[in-house]
């Protein structure tokens, strides 16, 4: 299993990024498909998760800024990012989990490699 994450970058406040996370040996219907993110300094968070039903959730944190979907024939998700301020300056990560939970990291069992968003105020 591969999860591919790419797409972050530099960005001003208030700017958008896209991130995608292209995965080999699963399928991402299959599973709870997760972003994750880690800032200088602090612990890794959630972001978003796609879940199998296909119903998308957010921490509260991202909620009305963020979308996270995805493409089942390309098997990617995709974290499109709009409003960006300063504070979401991170590493994120995409992860793949089959629990029924999905808001932990112990809940994911595949991760990718991280992306880095920076964004400038």
């Known amino acids: 299993v591969q999860l591919q994450a790419s797409g972050g970058g530099l960005v001003q406040a208030g700017g958008s990024l896209r991130l995608s996370c292209a995965a080999s040996?699963?399928?991402?219907?299959?599973?709870?498909m997760g972003w994750f993110r880690r800032a200088p300094g602090k612990e890794r968070e959630f972001v978003a998760a796609?879940?199998?039903?296909?119903?998308?959730y957010y921490a509260d944190s991202v909620k009305g800024r963020f979308t996270i979907s995805r493409d089942s024939a390309r098997n990617t998700v995709y974290l499109q990012m709009n409003g960006l301020k300063p504070e979401d300056t991170a590493v994120y990560y995409c992860?793949?989990?089959?629990?029924?939970?999905?808001?932990?990291?112990?809940?994911?069992?595949?991760w990718g490699q991280g992306t880095q968003v920076t964004v400038s105020s």
């Open positions: 040996g699963l399928r991402v219907t299959n599973y709870n």
């Open positions: 796609h879940r199998r039903n296909n119903h998308p």
């Open positions: 992860a793949a989990g089959s629990n029924i939970y999905y808001t932990a990291e112990s809940y994911y069992g595949y």
